[in-house]
């Protein structure tokens, strides 16, 4: 996928989250953000969309030392849906005038616009997600769009430790996990060793290489495996190789 596809979907998953929650209870918990509300997980994916749309408008160039940002938020649960939709289509307005090029700050690999767009996309994705299992739905996602979401997760998983500090822990002398789709050809290769961890580029030797544990299951269910909304030990997913090494990534892998 590339920026404008991005985009696109950020608008197709903002509709999609907000048909699950428009008309439910508020205050249905959301057992995959332990403590939450319908009310909370929506107003925390608008307050993810006004923070990001005030970053790309502002096209930041270090990190931003405040994250207040006016949320124009209404005072009744049941009105942050339509309040979810006023903040993506204030996004999707700076999206159309902003080079996604543009050289810009963030906190994960990439140093340019179209950061903050994908990463959007992926809040939304998930939490859309989340907001259907509180409602007792299953979550569909489109193959192409989970295998993205699973290589932006891998991606920028090392760069998040500061929010994220488990992943200091992903540590190994040199040992890999490989991530791989049983509903098409996608892997992904992650290598930890003694001073940190990352994804092995698509041309390296070690992507045909045996791993030492292989996770196998479909694009979406590895999506929201990585972001811990499925269980490894579920029938959805086939673990192979050192079990050990496996426990270790999902019990620091929490985003």
Do not use: K
């Not at 428009?22 to 509300?37: E, I, K, N, Q, Y």
């Not at 390296?204 to 999506?223: F, I, K, M, P, S």
Request: glycine share 6%; hydrophobic share 45%; charged share 20%.
């Amino acid at each position: 996928m590339n920026p404008a596809h991005h985009v696109t979907a950020v608008a197709t998953e903002t509709a999609r989250f907000v048909a699950t929650v428009r008309g439910a209870d508020p205050a249905t918990p959301v057992a995959s953000c332990p403590g939450w509300t319908l009310a909370d997980l929506t107003r925390h994916t608008g307050s993810v969309h006004r923070w990001f749309t005030v970053l790309l408008s502002r096209r930041i160039q270090q990190p931003p030392t405040s994250r207040e940002v006016d949320l124009h938020l209404p005072e009744q649960a049941d009105a942050y849906p339509d309040w979810l939709v006023a903040s993506a289509a204030e996004a999707a307005q700076v999206f159309a005038a902003t080079d996604p090029d543009a050289p810009m700050w963030a906190w994960g690999r990439d140093q340019h616009a179209r950061f903050w767009v994908r990463r959007m996309l992926f809040e939304t994705l998930v939490h859309r997600a989340d907001a259907e299992l509180a409602l007792g739905l299953t979550p569909h996602i489109d193959h192409a769009l989970a295998a993205d979401g699973i290589d932006e997760f891998l991606t920028n998983l090392p760069f998040a430790s500061f929010f994220a500090p488990g992943t200091a822990e992903l540590r190994g002398p040199d040992r890999t996990i490989r991530f791989s789709c049983t509903d098409g050809d996608e892997d992904w290769v992650v290598r930890l060793q003694p001073d940190g961890f990352g994804l092995v580029p698509d041309d390296a030797q070690a992507r045909t290489a045996a791993a030492d544990a292989t996770v196998r299951g479909t694009a979406a269910d590895l999506l929201l495996l990585l972001y811990g909304r499925l269980n490894r030990n579920s029938d959805a997913f086939q673990l192979l190789g050192d079990e050990d090494l496996i426990a270790h990534w999902f019990t620091h892998s929490a985003f």
